[in-house]
């Protein structure tokens, strides 16, 4: 049965989100972990399918960055979803250094943006393939998109670390290079918040990844009133 961890220090939060993934699905077991100490433990002794976590855990500002090393150092590929209070401006340096698939900022999301997010990462982690190789449009090798989004963007050999959300938008955008992709095709791709200020604030996102590791990088290009398109630039 699959098991999911949500490491939280409040306690009313967690069991927001605790009820939240169980509302969901049931038959998920949900073990909730309040401290460092007593997640460090869970994390030797138990496999779990994803975790969900906060990066300040009492007094210790830095303990979640802890737990995703130690996550990482098991090499499971075990989903993170950080959930943390930080400006979610600051979250594409969270996930270089950590490889966290995706980040919520607390207070600027409700039941159904938690529930889809979490339910996306689950669903993309359990159609993972190990012997996926990133995809690449014909002709086009500066830019590598992994199809099950399992590893991160990579533009001209850099990581581009995106939530998955941004990432499916970016794939849209990509396979339909040169061409306009409307909003309309975008909301279907975003799924919560379907509306226009959230794409572009996606879109954003994407630039301003992009540009962490190019700052000359201009391939999204605005068709006012219309939607966006892919030059590659």
């Known amino acids: 049965m699959p098991r999911i961890a949500v490491i939280e220090d409040d306690p009313t939060t967690s069991a927001q989100l605790a009820g939240w993934i169980r509302a969901a699905r049931p038959e998920l077991t949900v073990d909730q972990h309040f401290d460092r ?26 303990a979640g960055v802890a737990l995703i090393n130690e ?30 698939w995706d980040y919520l900022q607390k207070t ?34 500066s830019l590598q998109l992994d199809p099950l989004k399992q590893r991160t963007p990579m533009w001209r050999g850099q990581r ?11 794939a849209t955008l990509h396979a339909r290079a040169g061409e ?9 791709v975003v799924k919560s918040g379907r509306n226009r200020d959230n794409v572009r604030k996606h879109v954003a996102t994407i630039r301003d990844a992009f540009r962490d590791v190019d700052p000359a990088f201009d391939g ?8 966006f398109r892919w030059t590659g630039g």
Do not use: H
């Not at 100490?37 to 830095?62: Q, S, T």
């Not at 999204?220 to 939607?227: H, K, Q, S």
């Open 220 to 227: 999204i290009e605005n068709i006012p009133m219309r939607g």
């Open 180 to 188: 306009v992709v409307g909003y309309e095709e975008l909301f279907d």
């Open 71 to 100: 996550i990482n150092k098991q090499g499971l590929g075990t989903p993170v979803l950080v959930v943390s209070a930080m400006p979610a401006a600051i979250y594409r340096s969270i996930m270089k250094a950590l490889d966290a």
């Open 108 to 141: 600027t999301f409700d039941e159904a943006e938690f529930v889809e997010t979490f339910l996306d990462i689950l669903r993309t982690a359990r159609l993972r393939d190990p012997a996926a190789k990133p995809a690449t449009k014909a002709g086009d090798d």
């Open 160 to 170: 581009i670390n995106l939530p998955l959300t941004a990432q499916r938008i970016l």
């Open 37 to 62: 100490d007593d997640a460090e433990a869970a994390l030797l002794r138990e496999r779990y399918d994803l975790v969900v976590l906060d990066i300040e855990l009492g007094r210790e500002r830095n």
